[in-house]
């Protein structure tokens, strides 16, 4: 079970909207009920935002790695098998756009992974399947 990092746009949101509707709009609604400002809820809502950005900055600082975090579980997503495939870039003659993937040895069927448009990319594309070379196809 993977549970959703902070920084995802479905996770992230709720949390400061929860903070912020303890910390602002449920101490300003009772305050216009009883017009006595009630401390607590703005302290908890406060309290709530601190926590969400220390635990984004852990996060953010994790992400710093040479894979980005959406990068790292492609290994998991996409199967390869050397037995059966073999890495390859397939780069357009006409427009020059590389994608690298994998072709199956027998039928040669592509699965691509990721587009590459720099010398780092193919790098992060070896360094994530963890191969040694790739051979480009045009």
């Known amino acids: 079970m993977k549970v959703p990092k902070i920084n995802s746009n479905s996770y992230g949101g709720k949390w400061i909207g929860a903070s912020l509707l303890v910390g602002v709009v449920v101490p300003f609604v009772l305050w216009l009920v009883f017009h006595k400002v009630y401390w607590i809820f703005v302290i908890a809502g406060g309290i709530g935002l601190v926590a969400f950005f220390v ?11 040479d894979i980005p975090y959406y990068e790292r579980d492609l290994r998991e997503k996409i199967a390869y098998d050397p037995q059966t495939q073999y890495a390859v870039i397939r780069s357009s003659i006409c427009t020059g756009e590389k994608v690298a993937g994998f072709k199956n040895k027998k039928n040669g069927h592509f699965t691509e992974v990721m587009v590459i448009r720099t010398p ?8 994530i399947f963890e191969l040694e070379s790739v051979k480009t196809e045009y």
């Open 55 to 65: 635990v984004l900055a852990i996060e953010m600082s994790q992400d710093s790695a």
């Open 120 to 127: 780092a990319d193919e790098e992060r594309f070896r360094k």
